[in-house]
């Protein structure tokens, strides 16, 4: 390699210069050159490791992204899913509500019907005898339809 003696004579040369003795002038121009390859393959390597870890990074971070679309996407579907059932309950519950208003207004009409068959007393007279008996079972009728529907809406008949 007759270009690379010229640069290790060259490098000699100026070691000379530089006030190096000439035995040790050889010496220092190879371990320039050897100082130069480690400089150059210092500077390789970092330069591969930053760009890996740049690229490294991008992956880490493409990955977390990626990540948390599918959390967003999977949390928006839940989101979605306890509107539905909220929704659900709520219809549930107004349903149940009508069923329970309407049982007792029933009730209450039942009721009074039951009490306005009882017929008045005539003027100046004693109080007729109540018809107990009606009025009781029409009382006790509506007391077990209430207790029914209080259990179990679909059970107002």
Do not use: C
């Not at 000439?22 to 930053?50: E, F, Q």
């Not at 109080?127 to 009382?139: N, S, T």
Request: hydrophobic share 50%; aromatic share 2%.
């Amino acid at each position: 390699m007759p270009g690379g003696r010229r640069m290790i004579g060259l490098l000699a040369k100026l070691a000379i210069r530089a006030g190096v003795p000439a035995r040790a002038a050889k010496l220092v121009a190879w371990a320039l050159v050897v100082l130069a390859i480690a400089g150059i393959t210092a500077a390789a390597v970092a330069w591969i490791y930053g760009s890996g870890r740049t690229a490294g990074g991008d992956q880490v971070r493409a990955a977390g992204a990626e990540k948390r679309d599918q959390v967003l996407t999977e949390a928006r579907g839940d989101e979605r899913t306890a509107v539905d059932v909220a929704r659900a309950i709520d219809a549930r519950t107004a349903r149940a509500e009508a069923l329970t208003d309407a049982q007792l207004h029933s009730t209450i009409e039942e009721i009074r019907n039951a009490i306005d068959t009882v017929p008045p007393a005539p003027d100046g007279a004693d109080l007729p005898a109540a018809p107990v008996d009606g009025v009781r079972d029409a009382l006790n009728a509506s007391i077990a339809r209430a207790n029914r529907a209080g259990e179990d809406p679909a059970a107002v008949r």
